[in-house]
């Protein structure tokens, strides 16, 4: 009989046992799918990020292959066409995602952001258009200036701009479009404005210090503004002024800057050396 009862609470032991490690394996396996899943929205951010974008691409196209309906990672993947300068793939991803019930209004104007990038205008305005008028975002004021200047409504650009300015504590890309949106209605004096207040809230931006020369070398000013810059970009922004004064006829002045940048570089200047030559020829 005491032989019966061991082995029966043997049989009950391991039972007893057998649940907690049953219940232990579940509570270890929810873990780990938590964990896998944080970890996984870490590698999409910066996959998004700070990743090559050509490399996001794989990694979003290899995961939507598993999983084709997940949102996040189409959504991602589109981005990424984006950000690679695919913006045609990247717009029909977009398309894809905007037709969706659970569509939001961030997903029609990142469609229509990749629109506007193919140079589709006339679409993107009509997606713009279906965004009610109470979805007031720094991204739908930026769109809308620039789908305003593709239009030439010149007066709905600035308003834009200048809203879409007010959303920002970083409006320094904001400044350089509204900036060169000047420079092309020959508005230069306040186009090299704009651009001046862009570099003070983003020295690094070398387009709009590009951009700024060329407002200057427009109004015959051969003179580089006072901004910060690297002897390489110094370079390049006398070989712009350059350009842009033999475009004008201003020949010699033009060969002048040319000779500056070729000594100004910290290397070989082919481009300048280049029309330098040409123009000696």
């Known amino acids: 009989m005491r032989q019966t009862k061991a082995v029966m609470l043997c049989l009950v032991s391991a039972v007893a046992l057998s649940a907690c490690d049953q219940t232990a394996d579940g509570e270890v396996s929810r873990s780990l799918k938590g964990v896998n899943v944080i970890d996984e929205t870490n590698l999409n951010e910066i996959m998004l990020t700070a990743a090559d974008p050509n490399e996001a691409v794989s990694y979003f196209q290899?995961?939507?292959?598993?999983?084709?309906?997940r949102l996040d990672i189409q959504r991602g993947l589109?981005?990424?066409?984006?950000?690679?300068?695919?913006?045609?793939?990247?717009?029909?991803?977009?398309?894809?995602?905007?037709?969706r019930q659970d569509a939001t209004h961030e997903d029609r104007m990142s469609f229509a952001d990749a629109l506007i990038r193919t140079g589709d205008w006339e679409q993107a305005e009509t997606v713009l258009d279906g965004i009610p008028?109470?979805?007031?975002?720094?991204?739908?004021?930026?769109?809308?200036?620039?789908?305003?200047?593709?239009?030439?409504?010149?007066?709905?650009?600035d308003s834009f701009?200048?809203?879409?300015?007010?959303?920002?504590?970083?409006p320094g890309s904001i400044l350089n479009n509204w900036g060169y949106s000047k420079l092309t209605r020959g508005d230069y004096r306040e186009a090299e404005r704009l651009f001046?207040?862009?570099?003070?809230?983003?020295?690094?931006?070398?387009?709009?210090?590009n951009n700024m020369v060329l407002a200057r070398a427009a109004q015959r000013n051969y003179s580089l503004p006072l901004i910060q810059v690297s002897q390489t970009e110094r370079a390049q922004l006398l070989h712009t002024m350059a350009l842009a004064a033999i475009k004008q006829g201003d020949t010699t002045r033009g060969k002048d800057l040319l000779a500056q940048a070729i000594d100004a570089h910290p290397q070989h200047f082919e481009p300048a050396v280049?029309?330098?030559?040409?123009?000696?020829?």
Request: hydrophobic residues 40%; without cysteine; glycine residues 4%.
């Open 62 to 69: 290899r995961t939507l292959a598993e999983d084709p309906e």
């Open 78 to 99: 589109a981005t990424s066409l984006v950000r690679a300068k695919r913006a045609t793939e990247g717009a029909v991803i977009w398309r894809r995602i905007a037709e």
């Open 133 to 157: 008028p109470t979805i007031e975002s720094l991204q739908r004021y930026k769109l809308e200036a620039v789908v305003a200047d593709s239009n030439q409504e010149w007066q709905k650009a």
């Open 161 to 170: 701009y200048e809203t879409a300015v007010g959303l920002t504590t970083s």
């Open 196 to 209: 001046g207040e862009a570099i003070t809230y983003d020295p690094s931006l070398f387009t709009a210090k």
């Open 274 to 281: 280049r029309a330098l030559k040409k123009l000696e020829s």
